[in-house]
């Protein structure tokens, strides 16, 4: 069986996904406070390499790398409900994409699984 | 071994290895997160010698065309010399050709620089004396001007104003870096429709960047919108009025601050009013920083796309 980012379409599924996902983060009142002022092209290839990691594709991030990205957005009060928040945009995402649950449901579990690290606890 | 030099140093790479894990292991800080080629922290520019094309993967088409690349996914086979992003290199003698008053508080200032190699609607660095140096953006174009051509504010305090407009004259050597930026006609399309939005003197790339498309055989429509706080600001508007009635593909809005127009005259707001089909469209946006982001935020919600999205905002000098 192949691995899931190769059937999600690996780089091209990112590069598919990672536009309308960052539109729905903009979007949403409860997180996008956290993006007020940020360099868009530089947010946007985090949000790549974000998505490649939670689609399973190649990536060398490390849990300190995780928690030293977010330390700041902790200190202003990033949660479990701003994590929960943009996991649901990324279901949303791919369901867009049509992406079949079980592969939404492994992308989910790969960015949750990141939580810990990103809330610095 | 293939040898890459930055910033007078010359680092080996060994077989295998990428650039940003020599530079890495000879003690070099260089800043760098993902090292998987997807996040950009560690870009680099390469200004001699040509990086392998996987290397810049994800990259704009303009970026690409400058020389940018991804240390952490470079394995290279020949030599390079490269920069950090925001180094400008090393600058070139010019000599003041003409300064000319644009407005009532803008000039032109239009300098000789031999040689100097850039594309309409990049920055330089304008250096006029140790420890008075300016970014400016580029309105002339190399093929068709024996001069670099820049559009700069008055400021009345300002060092860099005071010196242009009490001491410098035609003969006197400045000296330019660069250029930089990514603001230029690269990676569009000749059928794309163009959107243009500059505010103030914001429209000196933007008008490098008109000048290259028609240069280049652009077809697609081309709009362009020049904003300015009063009407005296809309520099440029018997030309660029004369290039739209001329032209079937290029309309332009002039919007001055005025109570009694739409929107009060705001550039911004008229441009989102006027623009609600953005998604196919190549993007300029130049001016100050707020008004940038602003632009850019509304147009990439609309659904443009952020690589459709080239920018150049202003900071004013320290």
Known sequence: MSSLYDRLGGEGAVNAAVELFYR?????????????????EEQIAKQKAFLTMAFGGPNNYTGADMRKAHKRLVERGLNDSHVDAVIENLNYTLRDLGVPEKEVKEVADLANSVRDDVLNR | MTLIRREGRAVDVAPGETVLEALLRVGIDAPHSCRAGNCQSCMHRAIDGAPPPESQSGLTDAQKAMGYFLPCICRPTTPLTILRPDDLGVSLEAVVQAIDSLSDDIVRLRIEAEGFAYRPGQFIELSAGEDLRRHYSLASHPEEDPFLEMHIRLHQDGRMSRHLAETLQPGDKVHVAGPSGSCFYEGVNVDQPMLLIGAGTGLAPIYGVLRDALHKGHRGPI?????????????????LQALSDARDNVNYRPCAFDPSAPHGGDVAATAL?????????????????????RLKRELFMRGASLKNIRSDAFTPAR
């Open chain 2, 223 to 239: 709009r362009l919108y020049h904003g300015a706080r009063s009407r005296k600001g809309l520099y440029l508007s018997d030309e």
């Open chain 1, 24 to 40: 729905k983060v903009l979007a949403d009142g409860r997180i996008a406070h956290f993006f007020d002022g940020v360099d868009m």
């Open chain 2, 273 to 293: 009013e006027a623009e609600q089909s953005v998604s196919e469209a190549a993007i300029f946006l130049c001016g100050g920083e707020n008004l940038v982001k």
